[in-house]
C-alpha cells in the first residue's frame, strides 16, 4: 500500500507493481482488460510526469548545498543542474509517450472483443400504403414533416409479429426499397419511402440478422415494385388491423374495439 509519505518506498512499490504487471501481460485471457490497463498506465504516466519534476526541483533547491565526490561545491553544484536537466528532458519524453499511449487508448476503446456473432443489416416491411389510404398520410407529411409521417407509420408496427410475418411473406431487404421517383427518409430504425406522384408509402424496419445467415441476391437480379393489391394485402396481414379503415391507425381501432363501436 502507498505510503504518500515515503517516496523511497512508494517507488519501490511501484517498480514492484510494474513488475508484476509486466508478468502478468505475458499472457492475458481476456483481451478487453487491455482497455482498462491502457487507462491506469496513462494515469500512472501522468504521475510519473509529476514525479520527475518535482525530483528535478529537488536537484534545483540543494545544488548550492552539495560537493561531488571530491568534496568540491562548485562540482557538486554542476552535478545537482545536469540531473535536474536530465529529469526534465526525461519529463518531456514522457509527455511524447504519453500522448501515443493516450492515443492507443482510443483506438482500444473502439474496439469489439470477441463479438459472439458479426451481424448485418436487413429491412422489414411494416406497412405499404397506396390510393387514398396513402393520400392521408402524404398530406400529414406534407404538412408537419417527414418525422410525423414516420412516428405515424410506427403505429402499425408490432415488434416481432412484424418481423414474423415479413420473413414469412419474404418482405425482407438489404436496403429499403427505392423505386423510380420515391423519396426516403429515415428515423432512428425506421425508413419511410414516399411518393406523392404515385400515390404510395411504405415504412421499413431495421431487422439485425446472423452474417451467416445472410444471403445476397445475384446483383444483377431486378427487384420489381410492389403490385397494388398484394402490397395492400401484405400491409394488412402485417398491421393486424381488424377494425375500421384501412388508414385508421391501430391504437384508434383498438380503443373503438375495446369501447364496442361499430362502424
Do not use: C
Not at 562548485?74 to 536537466?85: H, K, N, P, R
Not at 526534465?88 to 492515443?103: C, E, F, M, V, W
Not at 414516399?194 to 452474417?211: D, E, M, Q, S
Amino acid at each position: 500500500m502507498p505510503t504518500f509519505t515515503d517516496p523511497a518506498r512508494d517507488a519501490n512499490e511501484a517498480y514492484e507493481a510494474l513488475r508484476g504487471l509486466a508478468h502478468a501481460t505475458r499472457t492475458v485471457e481476456d483481451p478487453s482488460d487491455t482497455y482498462a490497463v491502457i487507462g491506469d498506465l496513462l494515469g500512472g504516466m501522468r504521475s510519473l510526469r509529476q514525479v520527475l519534476d518535482q525530483l528535478a526541483t529537488v536537484h534545483l533547491n540543494h545544488q548550492h548545498q552539495v560537493t561531488d565526490e571530491a568534496r568540491d561545491l562548485a562540482g557538486g553544484a554542476v552535478e545537482a543542474l545536469s540531473a535536474a536537466d536530465e529529469l526534465h528532458q526525461a519529463g518531456t519524453l514522457i509527455d511524447q509517450a504519453h500522448d501515443r499511449l493516450n492515443a492507443a487508448m482510443g483506438h482500444s476503446g473502439r474496439i469489439v472483443w470477441n463479438p459472439p456473432t458479426q451481424l448485418v443489416d436487413r429491412w422489414v416491411g411494416v406497412v405499404f400504403l397506396h390510393g387514398e389510404d396513402a393520400d392521408q398520410v402524404l398530406d400529414l407529411i406534407d404538412r408537419d414533416g417527414v418525422e410525423a409521417g414516420i412516428e405515424h407509420l410506427s403505429g402499425w408496427d408490432y415488434g416481432d409479429e412484424t418481423t414474423g410475418a415479413a420473413l414469412e411473406n419474404g418482405d425482407v431487404h438489404d436496403d429499403a426499397p427505392v423505386y423510380a421517383g420515391d423519396r426516403q427518409a429515415e428515423t432512428g430504425a425506421y425508413a419511410m419511402t414516399y411518393n406523392p406522384k404515385a400515390g404510395h408509402v411504405a415504412l421499413y424496419r431495421r431487422y439485425l440478422i446472423p452474417a451467416d445467415d445472410a444471403i445476397d441476391p445475384p446483383a444483377d437480379t431486378p427487384v420489381p415494385p410492389p403490385d397494388r393489391e398484394t402490397g395492400r394485402d401484405a400491409a394488412r396481414r402485417r398491421s393486424g388491423v381488424r377494425d375500421g379503415g384501412w388508414f385508421e391507425h391501430p391504437g384508434v381501432a383498438a380503443v373503438k374495439q375495446a369501447r364496442g363501436l361499430s362502424w
